[in-house]
T-cell receptor, first 112, second 111 residues
Framework: KQEVTQIPAALSVPEGENLVLNCSFT??????LQWFRQDPGKGLTSLLL?????REQTSGRLNASLDKSSGRSTLYIAASQPGDSATYLC???????????FGKGTRLSVIA | NAGVTQTPKFRILKIGQSMTLQCTQD?????MYWYRQDPGMGLKLIYY???????DKGEVPNGYNVSRSTTEDFPLRLELAAPSQTSVYFC??????????FGQGTRLTVV
């Protein structure tokens, strides 16, 4: 059974810092990995999707990397801003038509 | 683009009542999913569907039922509401490759 773990559970940083969120998964035979953002009381917004054949994806100040063999992914946020405060969720799928398995998320607070 | 639409956004139920959470998507996705999210617990899969007429159980299906008569709609039915079903429910859809799109959620309280 695929299990996804996110460390740390919560993180508080001052504005402007670069930070890394970690995600690990137990079954390395994944199809893709997706990072989501969730604001309090809201739905999930997809940030980055990494296919199993890819090593990383970038969008603006966000960079996600994938190391399938070690079962790890990181989400790097550069020059953090208070508007980045949210919960970040990592999820993996084992094939194109199987549901995503989620980690419990990292709650990020960026302090002005 | 509407994407994935869930109704209602909020609902309070009494123990033993029934209700249907509605989910519709306008992206012609074959795959649709229902998740529940409890505080600090991430999202857990309730049911999913790979196409009209096909549904399958997820990790926590007890107390729920689904149907998929059309590509667009994937309603979730609670027959006898229990306090343990107090949660936030998310519907999602996808097609192979590009990842999943989520609705805004339904916050359900059972009292």
């Amino acid at each position: 059974k695929q299990e996804v773990t996110q460390i740390p559970a919560a993180l508080s940083v001052p504005e402007g810092e670069n930070l890394v969120l970690n995600c690990s998964f137990t079954d390395s035979a994944i199809y893709n990995l997706q990072w989501f953002r969730q604001d309090p009381g809201k739905g999930l917004t997809s940030l980055l999707l990494i296919q199993s054949s890819q090593r990383e994806q970038t969008s603006g100040r966000l960079n996600a990397s994938l190391d399938k063999s070690s079962g790890r992914s990181t989400l790097y946020i550069a020059a953090s801003q208070p508007g980045d405060s949210a919960t970040y969720l990592c999820a993996v799928s084992l094939s194109g038509n199987t549901p995503l398995v989620f980690g419990k998320g990292t709650r990020l607070s960026v302090i002005a | 683009n509407a994407g994935v639409t869930q109704t209602p956004k909020f609902r309070i139920l009494k123990i033993g009542q029934s209700m249907t959470l509605q989910c519709t998507q306008d992206m012609n996705h074959n795959y649709m999913y229902w998740y529940r999210q409890d505080p600090g617990m991430g999202l857990k899969l309730i049911y999913y569907s790979v196409g009209a007429g096909i549904t399958d159980k997820g990790e926590v299906p007890n107390g729920y039922n689904v149907s998929r008569s059309t590509t667009e709609d994937f309603p979730l039915r609670l027959e006898l509401a229990a306090p343990s079903q107090t949660s936030v429910y998310f519907c999602a859809s996808s097609y192979e490759g590009p990842g999943a799109f989520f609705g805004q959620g339904t916050r359900l309280t059972v009292v």
